[in-house]
C-alpha cells in the first residue's frame, strides 16, 4: 500500500481526521454537522487537483455563458417587442401578404372609406419610404426609413407615437406641410452629431431637423418623420397611392370587432398578394442594383413573380394599376374594384388589418423558430461542458479509489461516497454557472452599450436563476455516473487498485 494511504488510513483511526469511525454501518464526527463535514471534504478533494478543477469550471463556465448570451437575445426582442405594441393601440391595414408597411401599397381612395366605417375614429395615411443614404452613409444595419404622416389627422390623435416622444424641439405642425422640415430619432441625431435646427441630408436631399424623439424601442427609432406630400414629392410616388393607413378605434370599440369589419368591407377588392422581387432584397440590403445573389435568392424563393392582373367586369381604379415598391421596383398591380361585394369566405381580403397583438403574434412565430436555433447552439456547449465535467469526475474517482476503500471499511456507506461525489460535482456547477451567468450578464451590458441600436439584449433575473440551477444539475449530473461505478467497489476491490 503507497505512503499516502497509509498516511490517510492512520488519520481516520488516529481521530486526527473529520470522519472517525465508529462502526461499519455509522461514523460521527469530532465536531460540527455530518453535513458541514462532508462539505468541508468535498471542497479538499477539489482543491488538491487545481489543474483539473479549473478546466472543468471553464468548460462549463463558456457553456453558461454562451447560453445566457443566445437566450438574452431572445428575451430582449420579446421585450422590445412589448415594448413597441404598448405604444400601439390602434390597427393597421395594409396590402395583403406585406411583412411592414414599407412594402405595402395600396389606394389612397380607400382611406376615406374606412372614415365612414362605424368604430372608426381617427384615420391617417401613412407613406413609407427607405433612405438608402443619410448624410453621405449607407444605411442597412440599423435602417432608415421616411415616415410620410398626415400631419392633420396625427394632431388629432389621442396617442400618437413619434409626436408623444420628442426629447429636442417640436412635432412638426400645419406650417410644416409641403416643407423638407422633418423629426428624427435621438439614435439617428447621435449618429450624425445632429440637433433641431441643423440640416440632415437624407438621399441627396437637404432635410431641415425640427424635433428629436425617442420612443426607447429599436423597431420605432428608426424613422424620420416628414410630410406625406413632401415624402411623395422627393420619391417621386404616385399621389393616389399610399403604403398603410392606422385606425384609431373610439371608445369602447372592440378592436377584433373593427377588424373583421373593415375586412369585410374590402373583401373581393384584392390588390393582389405582394410579392418581393431581387430588387426588394437589394433594397433591404441597401442596394441600389441587385446582385447575382440577389436573384439567385429571389428565384430560390419563386419571389420574381409579380401578381398577374385579373379580369373583372368593373372598371379598373388608374391609381391602383401602377404600384411603386419600396425598393425601387414596379409592380403591376390587380385592378381595384369600385363597389364593395357582400362579405364572403370564398373570396379574399382586400385589406390585411392588424392589431398590436396580431404583430406580437407574428414577431412571437419568429421568436420561437428563433428559440430553436438558441436551444441547439446552447445544447452544443452544454454537451461539451457535460463531458468535461464527466471527465474529470471520472480521472478524479479512478484516483481516490483506494481513499474509498478505505473509508467504506472504516464505517462509510454506498450513499455517503455518492453524496461526497455528489457534493464535489454539484460545487463545480454551482461555481461555474455563478461565472457563466455573471460573464454573460456584463456581456449583455458591454453588448447594449456598444451598438444600442443594434441589439437589445436583456439578461433578466429569471433567465440568470435557470441557468444557474441548470449549471448545477448538469454538474451533479456528470458526477452521477463516476459516484454508482466507486460505490459498486466492495472495500477490498477498491483497496486492491493502489
Keep these: 500500500m503507497c505512503r499516502g494511504v497509509e498516511r490517510f488510513a492512520r488519520l481516520l483511526h488516529s481521530g486526527d481526521h473529520p470522519f472517525v469511525s465508529i462502526g461499519r454501518k455509522s461514523f460521527g464526527f469530532k465536531e460540527g454537522s455530518r453535513g458541514n463535514w462532508m462539505l468541508h471534504f468535498a471542497w479538499q478533494n477539489l482543491a ?20 445566457v448570451g443566445l437566450f438574452s437575445i431572445a428575451v430582449g426582442l420579446q421585450r422590445t417587442v412589448g415594448k413597441t405594441f404598448e405604444r400601439i393601440p390602434g390597427l393597421a391595414a395594409m396590402q395583403p401578404g406585406a411583412p411592414i408597411p414599407l412594402f405595402s401599397r395600396m389606394p389612397a381612395a380607400w382611406a376615406d372609406e374606412i372614415k365612414d366605417i362605424p368604430g372608426v375614429s381617427i384615420v391617417r395615411p401613412e407613406l413609407w419610404a427607405r433612405a438608402q443614404l443619410v448624410d453621405g452613409k449607407m444605411t442597412f444595419n440599423p435602417p432608415r426609413f421616411l415616415f410620410g404622416t398626415d400631419i392633420a389627422s396625427t394632431l388629432k390623435m389621442k396617442s400618437a ?22 423629426v428624427i430619432s435621438e439614435s439617428i441625431a447621435d449618429d450624425s452629431k445632429k440637433q433641431p435646427g441643423d440640416l440632415l441630408k437624407v438621399d441627396g436631399n437637404s432635410l431641415e431637423i425640427v424635433g428629436v424623439y425617442k420612443t426607447g424601442s429599436l423597431l420605432l427609432d428608426v424613422a424620420i418623420v416628414m410630410d406625406q406630400s413632401t415624402v411623395r414629392q422627393l420619391y417621386r410616388m404616385d399621389p393616389a397611392i399610399i403604403s398603410s393607413v392606422y385606425i384609431e378605434p373610439e371608445e369602447n370599440v372592440n378592436p377584433d370587432e373593427l377588424s373583421l369589419a373593415i375586412r369585410d368591407k374590402f373583401r373581393g377588392r384584392s390588390l393582389g398578394k405582394w410579392q418581393p422581387s431581387a430588387e426588394t432584397i437589394a433594397g433591404l ?8 445573389a440577389d436573384k439567385f435568392v429571389a428565384g430560390l424563393s419563386g419571389l420574381t413573380e409579380v401578381a398577374k392582373t385579373r379580369k373583372t367586369d368593373d372598371v379598373p381604379n388608374s391609381a391602383s394599376q401602377e404600384v411603386v415598391q419600396a425598393a425601387g421596383e414596379r409592380q403591376v398591380a390587380a385592378p381595384v374594384r369600385t363597389t364593395s361585394t357582400p362579405a364572403d369566405d370564398s373570396q379574399e381580403d382586400g385589406l390585411e388589418v392588424r392589431s398590436a397583438r396580431d404583430w406580437g403574434n407574428k414577431i412571437q412565430e419568429f421568436s420561437s423558430d428563433l428559440d430553436i436555433f438558441m436551444y441547439l447552439m446552447s445544447g452544443i456547449g452544454v454537451v461539451i461542458a457535460l463531458l468535461s465535467i464527466l471527465n474529470t469526475m471520472l480521472m478524479s474517482v479512478t484516483e481516490r479509489m483506494t481513499e474509498f476503500g478505505i473509508l467504506k471499511a472504516n464505517g462509510w456507506s454506498s450513499w455517503d461516497l455518492l453524496r461526497l461525489i455528489g457534493y464535489e460535482s454539484a460545487a463545480l456547477g454551482l461555481i461555474g454557472g455563478a461565472l457563466g451567468c455573471t460573464f454573460g450578464w456584463i456581456g449583455t451590458l458591454i453588448v447594449n452599450a456598444t451598438i444600442p441600436d443594434k441589439l437589445n439584449l436583456y439578461a433578466s433575473p429569471g433567465l440568470l436563476f435557470f441557468s444557474l440551477i441548470f449549471s448545477m444539475g448538469l454538474g451533479v449530473l456528470g458526477g452521477l455516473y463516476p459516484a454508482l461505478w466507486a460505490t459498486r467497489l466492495t472495500p477490498m476491490e477498491a483497496i486492491r487498485r493502489a
Excluded at 440590403?285 to 447575382?292: D, F, K, Q, V
Aim: with cysteine; hydrophobic share 40%; glycine share 10%.
Design 285 to 292: 440590403a441597401g442596394r441600389s442594383e441587385p446582385t447575382l
Design 161 to 182: 407615437v413619434y409626436r408623444d416622444d420628442i426629447k429636442a424641439g417640436r412635432f412638426l405642425d400645419a406650417s410644416d406641410v409641403g416643407t423638407l422640415h422633418c
Design 48 to 67: 488538491s487537483r487545481p489543474a483539473r478543477s479549473v478546466l472543468a469550471l471553464l468548460g462549463l463556465t463558456v457553456a453558461i455563458t454562451g447560453m
